[in-house]
Every structure is written in structure tokens, then in C-alpha cells.
């Protein structure tokens, strides 16, 4: 398989895997030596090679391998494996596994196999590192409910932009983007006209706001910070799911009065919030550490005794930020009374609900 498509498959895996943890394509034997001492604590001497004069035990093997970079990673995702397993295991089912890992293999197609292969990977262990993912996601989105407070939601509500209209041409070459711009921005042009026929998305007419999901953040700023009938130049974005670039070329058609009241916009301004914080790194390394203080993780082997520094370290930063959080939460206490009762049924829907990673 060509390098640049088995670097694209562990692009994938990372992102398929959730953001705040890096999971790094470890050595298969590394990991399964270091998970079988983990759970046979008394096969030290048990004899993985024999030969004339020698033998080569589960200990020899892992006190080789264990200061690798990759084995501390296998460590680390092993020890996140079970902590979050323990805790949040009954929340992700089999099926939601499945579907984002049926999801990547239809990416792949007939190549899927052979881009496991390589990444030093089998149907299994990829299955783990989504679900182990997936378990993460689901206990950072519960810590995220907790930041719905009136201080951030007037926050949110500052940038926010409602409903705008735009017509958008989506292309995969910088070239012609570039032609098609010019054809579009002549005088006398019929953009509607042009974006139809050669935009490589099934629509060209959008409308969304701040909370959207439907176009790259940067084709919607495009289309925020112009007036009405202007077009933009062409916008360069990185395509997450093909880790290639596509080209864009926005024109406003219309754009909404924005509300004085937030409370106009609370269901928006709730995803815009969630987000924040579920992409947030420190916020996600601090939901971790919390959950490994609650599992009481205590490393007893010096060779790892570093792996979980990056959530010891993140507890102190976010700590300000969490007083804040109470902080508003008491001084906001009566506007928020006005929509506890929905709010609560909606947090209690939410949680119920195990969502996959592909539809968050």
C-alpha cells in the first residue's frame, strides 16, 4: 500500500479516536506483551521464546520493551481502556462501535484491510481505540452540560449570528476556483446560474447561523462579514474526512436582524457552548483526570510513571475556569429558573441517548 494512503488511514484513526487523546499506532506484540503481564502477574518467568542455552520470559520481554514511546502509549490507552470502561461502559453499545468503524471501511473500501495491516492494527484493537474514544466523548459531553450557565450563554450570544442565506460554490481545484470566480464576479454574471453548474456539492443554496454545521466555519464567516449580494474570494479548507483541500466561493443573498433577547436563540446558542467545550483540550484532559482520580490510578512501575502527566497538569489550569462556571451558575441562578424544567428534560434525554461519534 502507497505511504501517503496508509498515512491518511492513521489521520483517520486519529481522528475517528476522540481529540484529547493521541492515540499513536503502537506495536501489536509491544501491546500484547504489556497487557498480558498487566493481567497475569505471576507469568514473569513464563517462557516466550526458548532456545539453545537461553529463554527469553514475559518479564525480559517487558522490561525491554517498556521504556519505548510506544509502549507507554499502549499503557496509556490500556489504562483509559478499563478506567473509562468501568465507569461509562454501559453508555457506547456495540452498535454505535460498529457503525463508525463500518463507516471508516466504507472510506477505504477493498483497501481497508491492508491499511489496518499497515497501521499495525487488526478489526479488534481499531474496534477498542473507537470505543475507548466514544466512552471519553460521552463523559466529556456530560461535564459540557454543566457550562450551560447564563454567564456563558450571554457570552455565546455576542458573536453570534442568526440565519443567513448564501449561495455557495464548492470545488476540488484551486485553478479552477479561481476561474470560476472570475466568471462569477464579472459584470453582467449570473451567479446562480454558474454555482449550479459547477459546484461539486448536491446543493448550492444554504441557509444557517453560528450553531451550523453544514458548511466549514470559514465559508459561513465569509458569508456573516459581507453584505448582502457580495461575494467572496476564494476560501481554501482543509476536508477533514479526505484530509484534502476544497475551494469555496460564497455570495450573501440574505441575512436576519439579530434579536436583543438571547433567550430567542438558547437551543443554538446550547450547541455553540457544548461544542466549546467538548473540542477544548484542557477541558477534555481535565473531564479525564477527573475520572482517573475517581478510579484512584496509581502507577507503580517508575517506567510509566509520566504517561498521565498531560491530565495532572490540566487539573490546575482548569481550575479557575470551573470557579468561574460556579460562580455564574449562583449569580444567574434566578434567570436560569425560568427554563430548568426544559433544560432538565432535555439533559436527561441527552443522557439517555449514547450518540456516535459521526453524528456529534
Same mark, same amino acid.
Given at each position: 500500500?502507497?505511504?501517503?494512503?496508509?498515512?491518511?488511514?492513521?489521520?483517520?484513526?486519529?481522528?475517528?479516536?476522540?481529540?484529547?487523546?493521541?492515540?499513536?499506532?503502537?506495536?501489536?506484540?509491544?501491546?500484547?506483551?504489556?497487557?498480558?503481564?498487566?493481567?497475569?502477574?505471576?507469568?514473569?518467568?513464563?517462557?516466550?521464546?526458548?532456545?539453545?542455552?537461553?529463554?527469553?520470559?514475559?518479564?525480559?520481554?517487558?522490561?525491554?520493551?517498556?521504556?519505548?514511546?510506544?509502549?507507554?502509549?499502549?499503557?496509556?490507552?490500556?489504562?483509559?481502556?478499563?478506567?473509562?470502561?468501568?465507569?461509562?461502559?454501559?453508555?457506547?453499545?456495540?452498535?454505535?462501535?460498529?457503525?463508525?468503524?463500518?463507516?471508516?471501511?466504507?472510506?477505504?473500501?477493498?483497501?481497508?484491510?491492508?491499511?489496518?495491516?499497515?497501521?499495525?492494527?487488526?478489526?479488534?484493537?481499531?474496534?477498542?481505540?473507537?470505543?475507548?474514544?466514544?466512552?471519553?466523548?460521552?463523559?466529556?459531553?456530560?461535564?459540557?452540560?454543566?457550562?450551560?450557565?447564563?454567564?456563558?450563554?450571554?457570552?455565546?450570544?455576542?458573536?453570534?449570528?442568526?440565519?443567513?442565506?448564501?449561495?455557495?460554490?464548492?470545488?476540488?481545484?484551486?485553478?479552477?476556483?479561481?476561474?470560476?470566480?472570475?466568471?462569477?464576479?464579472?459584470?453582467?454574471?449570473?451567479?446562480?446560474?454558474?454555482?449550479?453548474?459547477?459546484?461539486?456539492?448536491?446543493?448550492?443554496?444554504?441557509?444557517?447561523?453560528?450553531?451550523?454545521?453544514?458548511?466549514?466555519?470559514?465559508?459561513?464567516?465569509?458569508?456573516?462579514?459581507?453584505?448582502?449580494?457580495?461575494?467572496?474570494?476564494?476560501?481554501?479548507?482543509?476536508?477533514?474526512?479526505?484530509?484534502?483541500?476544497?475551494?469555496?466561493?460564497?455570495?450573501?443573498?440574505?441575512?436576519?436582524?439579530?434579536?436583543?433577547?438571547?433567550?430567542?436563540?438558547?437551543?443554538?446558542?446550547?450547541?455553540?457552548?457544548?461544542?466549546?467545550?467538548?473540542?477544548?483540550?484542557?477541558?477534555?484532559?481535565?473531564?479525564?483526570?477527573?475520572?482517573?482520580?475517581?478510579?484512584?490510578?496509581?502507577?507503580?512501575?517508575?517506567?510509566?510513571?509520566?504517561?498521565? %502527566?498531560?491530565?495532572?497538569?490540566? &487539573? =490546575? $489550569? *482548569?481550575? /479557575?475556569? +470551573? !470557579? #468561574? @462556571? %460556579?460562580?455564574?451558575?449562583?449569580? &444567574? =441562578? $434566578? *434567570?436560569? /429558573?425560568? +427554563? !430548568? #424544567? @426544559?433544560?432538565?428534560?432535555?439533559?436527561?434525554?441527552?443522557? *439517555?441517548?449514547?450518540? +456516535? !461519534? #459521526?453524528?456529534?
Amino acid at each position: 500500500m502507497a505511504n501517503n494512503e496508509n498515512s491518511g488511514f492513521k489521520k483517520v484513526i486519529q481522528s475517528t479516536a476522540f481529540k484529547g487523546i493521541s492515540i499513536a499506532v503502537a506495536s501489536a506484540l509491544i501491546g500484547a506483551g504489556i497487557t498480558y503481564l498487566a493481567t497475569n502477574n505471576n507469568s514473569e518467568n513464563k517462557a516466550l521464546v526458548t532456545m539453545k542455552g537461553d529463554t527469553i520470559t514475559v518479564s525480559d520481554f517487558y522490561n525491554a520493551a517498556k521504556d519505548s514511546s510506544s509502549s507507554k502509549q499502549t499503557m496509556l490507552n490500556l489504562i483509559l481502556s478499563r478506567v473509562f470502561e468501568e465507569q461509562y461502559g454501559d453508555k457506547v453499545s456495540s452498535e454505535d462501535v460498529d457503525k463508525a468503524y463500518d463507516k471508516t471501511a466504507e472510506s477505504y473500501g477493498s483497501s481497508f484491510s491492508s491499511a489496518l495491516a499497515n497501521a499495525g492494527l487488526t478489526a479488534d484493537t481499531y474496534k477498542q481505540q473507537i470505543r475507548t474514544s466514544m466512552l471519553v466523548e460521552y463523559a466529556v459531553k456530560q461535564a459540557a452540560k454543566k457550562e450551560l450557565t447564563t454567564k456563558n450563554y450571554e457570552e455565546a450570544y455576542k458573536d453570534y449570528q442568526p440565519d443567513t442565506t448564501a449561495v455557495v460554490i464548492a470545488l476540488d481545484d484551486e485553478e479552477k476556483a479561481n476561474s470560476v470566480h472570475d466568471q462569477a464576479t464579472a459584470d453582467g454574471a449570473d451567479f446562480d446560474t454558474i454555482a449550479k453548474d459547477n459546484t461539486t456539492a448536491k446543493k448550492t443554496e444554504y441557509t444557517f447561523n453560528s450553531a451550523s454545521t453544514d458548511l466549514p466555519e470559514s465559508v459561513m464567516e465569509a458569508a456573516f462579514n459581507q453584505d448582502e449580494g457580495s461575494v467572496s474570494d476564494v476560501i481554501k479548507v482543509m476536508d477533514t474526512s479526505t484530509y484534502s483541500y476544497k475551494y469555496y466561493i460564497v455570495k450573501t443573498t440574505k441575512k436576519t436582524e439579530k434579536d436583543s433577547n438571547w433567550k430567542t436563540y438558547k437551543k443554538e446558542l446550547k450547541k455553540i457552548i457544548m461544542a466549546q467545550y467538548q473540542n477544548d483540550t484542557n477541558f477534555q484532559n481535565q473531564v479525564i483526570a477527573d475520572t482517573l482520580e475517581k478510579a484512584n490510578v496509581k502507577i507503580k512501575d517508575n517506567s510509566f510513571a509520566s504517561i498521565l %502527566s498531560q491530565y495532572a497538569t490540566s &487539573s =490546575s $489550569s *482548569s481550575s /479557575s475556569k +470551573s !470557579s #468561574s @462556571s %460556579s460562580d455564574s451558575s449562583s449569580e &444567574s =441562578s $434566578s *434567570s436560569e /429558573s425560568e +427554563s !430548568s #424544567s @426544559s433544560e432538565a428534560t432535555s439533559a436527561s434525554e441527552e443522557a *439517555s441517548t449514547t450518540e +456516535s !461519534s #459521526s453524528n456529534e
